[in-house]
C-alpha cells in the first residue's frame, strides 16, 4: 500500500499556484507554452485542443493507461504523492493524456494536437535544475493518416526553431512505456559550447505507442508524443540560473 499524504500536506500541494495557468496569474511559462502550442499547429494546419486536467489523477491514468508495468520504480511512494490507494498528484503531465485521448475519441478529429500543461508533483532533490513541482508540457499529434519517423523530426524541429533558436541541441535513444522510437533531446546551455556539462535535458518524445491509443479507443489512428519541461525551457530562453527564481515574487 503507497504511503499517502497528510491532509495538511493534501492541502499545501493543492494551494501552490500552476505557473502555466491564466487563472493563477500571468507568467512567462504561458507564453511559453503558448508559443510551442502555436508552433505546431502552425506547422501542420491541425486542430489544437487544450487539454487541461484536476491535480489529484487516478493511479491509472498517471501509470496504467500509458503502459507503466506494476513493478515499475517509478510508482515507488519514495518519489510518487499518493492522495490513496487509487488516486496521486500526477508526478508527469502525460497523466493528463489518457483523458485528453478518451476525449478525442468520444469527439472525433481527422487531425488534431493535444495540449496538455500542468503542475506536476515529484519527491526530487533540489538543486539549481530540479524541483519537487516543476511545470511540464505534453503535445500529442493524433491523425488518421500513417505518422512516422519524418514527422517526429518535423516536430523536433519545429520547436527547437520556436524555443531556442541557434541553440545547439543532440538527440539519445529513451525508451518509454507510451512510445516507440523514443528519443530525449537535449539542448546546450551555452550557445557557444558543447563541452561535457553544458547540456540540459529539454524533452522527450517519440511515436504514440499503438496499445495506449488502442486503449483510448483510438486503433485506427497513430500519433507523435511529446513531454517538455517547462522550468529548464524558460530558464534557457531568460538566462535565469536557478529553477526556484521562477517563483521568486521579486
Do not use: F
Not at 502555436?38 to 503502459?67: K, M, S
Not at 514527422?151 to 541541441?169: F, K
Amino acid at each position: 500500500m503507497p504511503i499517502s499524504l497528510t491532509d495538511a500536506q493534501l492541502a499545501r500541494d493543492l494551494d501552490l499556484p500552476d505557473l502555466t495557468d491564466p487563472a493563477d496569474g500571468p507568467h512567462a511559462i504561458q507564453q511559453l507554452t503558448e508559443a510551442a502550442a502555436a508552433a505546431l499547429a502552425g506547422a501542420w494546419g491541425c486542430q489544437t485542443r487544450w487539454c487541461r486536467g484536476p491535480r489529484i489523477v487516478t493511479v491509472a491514468d498517471n501509470y496504467d493507461n500509458l503502459g507503466y508495468q506494476a513493478a515499475a520504480v517509478t510508482r515507488d511512494a519514495r518519489y510518487t504523492r499518493y492522495v490513496d490507494d487509487l488516486r496521486m498528484l500526477r508526478s508527469h503531465s502525460s497523466a493528463l493524456v489518457p483523458a485528453a485521448l478518451r476525449g478525442l475519441a468520444a469527439r472525433p478529429a481527422d487531425d488534431v494536437l493535444l495540449v496538455c500543461p500542468g503542475i506536476v508533483y515529484r519527491r526530487d532533490a533540489i538543486d539549481w535544475q530540479h524541483t519537487g513541482t516543476p511545470h511540464q508540457l505534453d503535445l500529442w499529434r493524433i491523425s488518421r493518416r500513417p505518422l512516422g519517423e519524418d514527422s517526429l523530426n518535423e516536430m523536433i524541429t519545429s520547436l527547437l526553431s520556436a524555443l531556442v533558436p541557434g541553440r545547439p541541441a543532440r538527440q539519445e535513444p529513451r525508451r518509454h512505456p507510451y512510445t516507440t522510437g523514443g528519443r530525449q533531446v537535449d539542448v546546450a546551455r551555452d550557445p557557444a559550447s558543447a563541452a561535457a556539462g553544458n547540456w540540459v535535458e529539454v524533452w522527450e518524445c517519440g511515436l504514440a505507442h499503438p496499445a495506449v491509443l488502442a486503449r483510448a479507443g483510438l486503433a485506427d489512428r497513430s500519433g507523435l508524443a511529446l513531454g517538455l519541461g517547462l522550468d529548464r525551457l524558460l530558464m534557457l530562453r531568460k538566462g535565469i540560473p536557478d529553477i526556484r527564481l521562477l517563483r521568486s515574487a521579486d
